[in-house]
């Protein structure tokens, strides 16, 4: 018993070091990157890694628990690459509709073979390829921005949020739907235009979920085109309880022909514009006759 705790004790002082190193950011690059990831992030955005410590260490360290990988996604869909696909993308868009910001490592992105010598990567364990890992996240990439995380830090990517968006330069919908949702629309896809849709009965776009501070704008522009017959468009100003009314909105008369238009509308002329906006919704028309819609951006105006 003696000799047994003994050897422990040599074990322990011998490996000290290497425990105290471990975690310590100044040594330790998967915890230096945590420190980096959590100081560009808030808890609720969502942070999707390579496969390894991170996943570990951002929950125990940084109080990230919103963390995703290749290895969670493959193992959740059994194997399934489709699957797996499909669970990454729809939990960055999960995360930007419910107002979030997205960062995806290039590693995440990009995965690397292993060097020759050295265990297969998980990439290679589930028989992927660099090239369907990255066409999994190529429709989300023009909403990326680089981001720099510092010296030493392995590059990584970022969708910003939708309160980053508002308080900026607004959404530019020929990059992506920017987590707004679509409701009565009958078929919808970006394009190089922007949001193409052919809308139904009593058609919207809602943005999510926002604080927009009102005595900070003055106007908000839309840019769009409408190829149909119906040309009366509307945008409402949802409450703290996501309540939307006539009263708090704006109409306006679209002009005729396919062309891009921006559509510039003066804030001051509605009473509504008042207390807190929880989210933007933009109804393009009211209702759909088959012609196609195609919204290019929101902005608001400072």
């Keep these: ?34 420190a980096a990831l959590a100081a560009h992030s808030s808890p609720g955005d969502l942070l999707v890694v390579p496969d390894g410590l991170l996943e570990l260490y951002l929950p125990y360290y940084a109080s990230r628990e919103s963390v995703t990988s290749l290895n969670q996604a493959m193992t959740a869909s059994g194997g399934d690459w489709s699957a797996a696909c499909e669970m990454l993308r729809g939990r960055v868009d999960l995360a930007i509709s419910s107002g979030y910001a997205v960062l995806v490592a290039d590693e995440a992105m990009r ?16 028989g992927l390829t660099p090239d369907q890992v990255a066409a999994c996240y190529a429709p989300l990439a023009p909403m990326m921005v680089a981001l720099n995380l510092g010296a030493g830090i392995p590059p990584y990517a970022r969708i910003p949020s939708a309160q980053e968006l508002a308080d900026r330069d607004g959404w530019d919908f020929t990059r992506g739907e920017w987590g707004w949702r679509a409701a009565n629309i009958g078929s919808a896809s970006v394009t190089e235009q922007g949001w193409a849709m052919i809308p139904a009965l009593d058609p919207s776009i809602s943005s999510p979920p926002l604080q927009i501070d009102v005595a900070r704008y003055k106007a908000i522009e839309v840019r769009m085109a ?11 100003f949802l409450d703290a309880s996501g309540h939307a009314d006539e009263e708090r909105s704006l109409r306006w008369q679209l002009d005729p022909g396919p062309e891009m238009r921006t559509y510039r509308l003066n804030l001051g002329d509605t009473l509504g514009w008042g207390g807190q906006v929880s989210r933007l919704r933009l109804d393009p028309v009211g209702a759909g006759d088959g012609g196609a819609v195609t919204v290019e951006s929101i902005r608001l105006v400072p």
């Design 111 to 126: 995965p690397t073979p292993a060097p020759p010598g050295e265990p297969p990567s998980m990439m290679e364990r589930f």
């Design 226 to 236: 409408a190829g149909t017959a119906s040309r009366d468009a509307q945008i409402f």
């Design 1 to 34: 018993m003696v000799a047994l705790l003994s050897l422990g004790l040599a074990m322990l002082a011998i490996n000290l070091g290497a425990i105290r190193q471990r975690g310590d950011e100044r040594t330790d690059l998967q915890r230096a990157i945590t």
